[in-house]
């Protein structure tokens, strides 16, 4: 994928899950099934959201609620009808899009 492109980032909470699984890793497995180009997830180290709570990993303020952000590339034509469910699936995170351009890809196996 070279060229146009889509990154949607979400940022949740680490301990939110849906169907019976972490939220994040339910997430980037559904998204493989649809065939997205790819998705990586990496844990914030502090943050905090609309509710203000202080997450952090600090050892003596120890979160177990980490902030958790995925991104998310491919086509919009893919990605797009993908972000209602996303949303319906992220109740208390933040979703958002932009375009972006794909400059390098690496080799495919």
Not at 15 to 41: A, C, D, F, M
Request: aromatic share 8%; hydrophobic share 40%.
């Amino acid at each position: 994928m070279l060229g146009k492109a889509k990154l949607l980032k979400v940022y949740l909470g680490e301990s939110e899950r849906y169907k019976n699984k972490p939220l994040y890793q339910y997430l980037v497995h559904w998204l493989k099934e649809k065939g997205i180009g790819g998705v990586t997830v990496s844990r914030g180290i502090e943050g905090y959201g609309g509710d203000k709570v202080l997450h952090t990993a600090r050892l003596l303020e120890l979160s177990s609620d980490l902030p958790m952000i995925m991104e998310i590339v491919d086509i919009a034509e893919k990605i797009d009808p993908l972000i209602p469910e996303i949303c319906a699936m992220v109740p208390k995170g933040l979703v958002f899009s932009t375009d972006i351009y794909v400059h390098k890809h690496g080799k495919e196996s």
